[in-house]
């Protein structure tokens, strides 16, 4: 048996290794259940109320979802936007960075009051917090198209948008998709800021709430879980990119 | 001192080749600057060319003399400064339909494969991008003989990065003339290429020519290439490009590359020579010279 055929396995292996240290560490020196759960304690509790948290975890999929979508969506039009033009690019980045660097909690209180509690500033959230680094990957990928290829587009009379459509979109794409991975895991970070602070559906609501109650194993569970829907949704948009952008691992493998 | 601008021998320019028939292209005194105000670069200073339909031109010169800018002005990329470039009797403002162009190098796109790099053309240019869906069939048929033809059969399916530099640049020229183009631009399409390669792609490209008698612009730095393939070699000097001289190549076709043995090949090879050492030499000196 070879290393190369075990190596898709280590990062299981390694999960497992540190989950089984955390139960021995917990059990070895007794430590309370009130402040660190042995993983046996919180998977129970997840198995135990498994249907109460997927009533939860519903929301916040579908709320993060929406919101990715949302975000990504003008991310990548702002993105487009800024990398063809310059004046664009001048024009919005210095506000953009600004905005991007206020603290989306503090957000959430404003499209409270404009929306109410619930499912709507949740995503807004997340929407917003994902909208910044697609577009800063995605002007990276206008900005340095080469000009020769998009001299082969123009002297087919290909038109802006064509151009921009057969050229300047496709090799901004792994640029994109890269973007991407960690966008799907900054949504979910909107999704559950919003929760905690103005929800009553949603994992973050449901470990607020089960942390008053002093309900440890289940915060913990709803942390296993947000970590569990962030790699599924990781490994989704990886293998969507693979997929997608292929060519430019330039891997033989691929091509047939 | 002798005139910088005494080698511009008016009589062969002034005669267009095809005499009688209009020129297919002109450039009409054309000056291009790149830039502006204090970092501006006069490129090409007031060319006059006149190429005739199903003509093929050889443009030589010292490297950075405006070839390529030339080019580009031809297909509608780069702005004259001043002066008009004709294109089937039209001033060219913008990219034409009817012009075919491999760039110095490949530029595939990296994301399709090579059969899709070829059939590119058909999908931008009018009238076939409106019937590229119908005649997909059709089309695949004419990029596959096109890519036979140029010797890369059975590579449609491989992405650009799998081929070799040469492969690559087949493929660029099967680009260049997939849609039918009345007039190919090239600018030295073979100048990456290593000498066998690059000789058997003058046989191609002479073939290619002879079969659909498209006119050609034809950038090189390589004089064997110029007069391997075109009527007529027009040389530059070194920048400002100027067009200091002309030679007309008369050998019958197809032309053997034994042929570029022949005493009158290396006759002409040495008259070519001696113009653009001829030019340098001058540039340098006005150079030198100038305050
Ligand atoms: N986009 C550009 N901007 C500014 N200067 C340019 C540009 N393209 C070419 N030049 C300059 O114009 C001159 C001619 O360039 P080019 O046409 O590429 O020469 P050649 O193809 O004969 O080597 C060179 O001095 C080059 O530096
Ligand atoms: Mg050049």
Not at chain 1, 204 to 227: N, Y
Not at chain 2, 82 to 97: A, F, I, N, Y
């Amino acid at each position: 048996m070879t290393i190369e055929r075990i190596r898709p396995f280590f990062s299981v292996i390694f999960a497992v290794v540190v989950l089984g240290l955390w139960e021995l560490g917990v059990r070895l020196f007794n430590v309370s259940i009130f402040i660190l759960p042995a993983p046996s304690q919180f998977f129970g509790s997840l198995i135990e109320n498994w249907h109460g948290i997927m009533f939860h975890a519903e929301q916040t999929m579908y709320t993060t979802v929406i919101g990715f979508a949302i975000g990504v969506t003008l991310g990548g039009i702002l993105g487009v936007a800024a990398g063809a033009s310059r004046s664009v690019y001048q024009t919005i980045y210095p506000a953009l960075v600004g905005f991007y660097s206020v603290p989306k909690v503090a957000l959430v209180p404003i499209f409270v009051i404009w929306f109410g509690s619930g499912t709507v500033p949740a995503v807004l959230t997340s929407a917003v917090i994902c909208i910044f680094p697609v577009m800063v990957n995605v002007a990276a990928g206008v900005a340095t198209t080469e000009k020769d290829l998009e001299d082969v587009l123009r002297s087919l009379g290909a038109s802006m948008l064509e151009t921009l459509w057969y050229v300047v979109i496709p090799r901004s794409a792994p640029y994109f998709f890269a973007s991407l991975k960690v966008a799907i895991t900054l949504s979910f970070v909107g999704t559950v800021i919003s929760e905690t602070v103005a929800a009553n559906r949603g994992i973050g609501t449901m470990m607020v709430r089960a942390s008053a109650d002093f309900d440890v194993p289940l915060v913990f569970a709803g942390l296993f879980l947000l970590a569990a829907m962030g790699i599924v949704m990781y490994a989704f948009f990886a293998v969507i990119e693979g997929r997608v952008v292929g060519w430019t691992k330039r891997d033989v493998d691929f091509a047939t | 001192m002798l005139n910088p601008e005494a080698p511009v021998a008016a009589d062969p320019l002034d005669a267009p080749a095809g005499a009688g028939s209009p020129p297919f292209l002109a450039f009409q005194d054309v000056v291009i600057e790149y830039g502006r105000g204090a970092n501006a670069t006069l490129a090409v200073d007031g060319i006059s060319l006149d190429v005739a339909d199903g003509d093929f031109v050889a443009l030589v010169g010292p490297s950075g003399c405006g070839k390529s800018t030339l080019l580009k002005v031809a297909a509608g990329l780069v702005p004259t400064s001043s002066g008009t470039v004709l294109l089937g009797g039209e001033t060219v403002t913008r990219p034409q339909k009817n012009v075919g162009m491999a760039f110095q190098s490949a530029t595939m796109l990296p994301w399709r494969t090579t059969l899709r790099n070829v059939l590119l053309p058909l999908q931008i240019v009018r009238p076939h991008r409106s019937k590229f869906r119908r005649e997909k069939a059709a089309n695949i048929k004419k990029a596959e003989a096109l890519l036979a033809s140029v010797g890369l059969r059975g590579v449609g399916s491989k992405y650009p990065w799998q081929l070799s530099g040469g492969m690559q640049q087949r493929a660029s020229l099967c680009r260049a003339l997939i849609h039918e183009p009345e007039i190919l631009l090239l600018d030295e399409p073979f100048g990456a290429l290593d000498a066998f390669t690059r000789e058997e792609l003058w046989q191609v490209l002479q073939q290619l020519w002879q079969e659909k008698k498209p006119t050609v612009l034809l950038v090189t730095h390589d004089l064997r290439e110029a007069i391997y393939l075109a009527n007529r070699v027009v040389v530059m000097s070194a920048r400002p490009g100027r067009i200091v001289h002309e030679e007309r190549i008369d050998f019958p076709r197809p032309r053997r590359l034994s042929m570029m043995f022949s005493a009158e090949a290396g006759a002409i090879m040495e008259r070519l020579r001696g113009k653009i050492d001829h030019v340098s030499l001058f540039g340098d000196e006005a150079a030198a010279g100038e305050p």
